[in-house]
């Protein structure tokens, strides 16, 4: 099983302070997918990045696929409360359909 | 848009008992996964399929779950006898096909088995 390794596997921090999520992987992915999950809920969809070096910004947040499409990064600005949530990447690879392999996941909470 | 349905939300069941859910994903959506998430992880994917046909089962454990896909629309997935590692969330997702299209989740049933 190819793994998608998050880090940090959880974060703590105060409101307006930023962070960076990393998603690394030693495989090569058509697109890597950004979802958020809030406890009792499926996993949202955040963004989806496709090209190499691509950078995508959703308000406050701004994901990047790095240029070999093996490892993503997301990163929140000014923090808020309303961030806390499970961070999952998702990366589709195709082999003789799209397949998708979650990555471990990272917990964040954002204290008022 | 109706969303994925999912039930039951929740089941408590004893270990070696059998167990289903039930999954009903979005109008139109030719692909349906199965996911078990274990708790503060992200979902393993059991099985996928594309229309009524599985494209990919390799971590369903074959000798104790089981899965169908109804007319290429609704879905269950069975459980039989359950272990008590078989606790987590179970996750229903659809999406049109492709690498770029969204995932639409379910709310997930959480097993417990006892």
């Known amino acids: 099983t190819q793994l998608l390794e998050q880090s940090p596997q959880f974060l703590s921090i105060q409101e307006g302070e930023n962070l960076t999520v990393y998603c690394n992987s030693s495989s090569v992915f058509s697109s890597l997918q950004w979802y958020r999950q809030e406890p009792g809920e499926g996993p949202v969809l955040l963004v989806t990045?496709?090209?190499?070096?691509e950078v995508k910004k959703l308000k406050r947040l701004t994901f990047q696929f790095g240029d070999a499409r093996k490892d993503s990064s997301l990163h929140i600005t000014a923090a808020q409360p309303g961030d806390t949530g499970l961070y999952l990447c998702?990366?589709?690879?195709?082999?003789?359909?799209?397949?998708?392999?979650f990555g471990t996941g990272t917990r964040l909470k954002v204290l008022a | 848009e109706a969303g994925v349905a999912q039930s039951p939300r929740y089941k408590i069941i004893e270990k070696r008992q059998s167990v289903a859910f039930w999954c009903n994903p979005i109008s139109g959506h030719a692909t349906l996964y199965w996911y078990q998430q274990i708790l503060g992880q992200g979902p393993k994917l059991l099985i996928q399929f594309q229309n009524n046909g599985v494209v990919d089962d390799s971590q369903l454990p074959k000798d104790r779950f089981s899965a169908e896909r109804l007319k290429g629309v609704d879905s269950t997935l069975k459980i039989q006898p359950a272990k008590l590692e078989d606790s987590a969330v179970y996750l229903c997702?659809?999406?049109?096909?492709?690498?770029?299209?969204?995932?639409?989740f379910g709310p997930g049933t959480r097993l417990t088995v006892t």
């Open positions: 990045v496709v090209t190499g070096g």
């Open positions: 998702a990366g589709a690879r195709f082999s003789g359909t799209y397949k998708y392999i």
């Open positions: 997702a659809s999406s049109l096909a492709g690498p770029s299209y969204e995932q639409y």
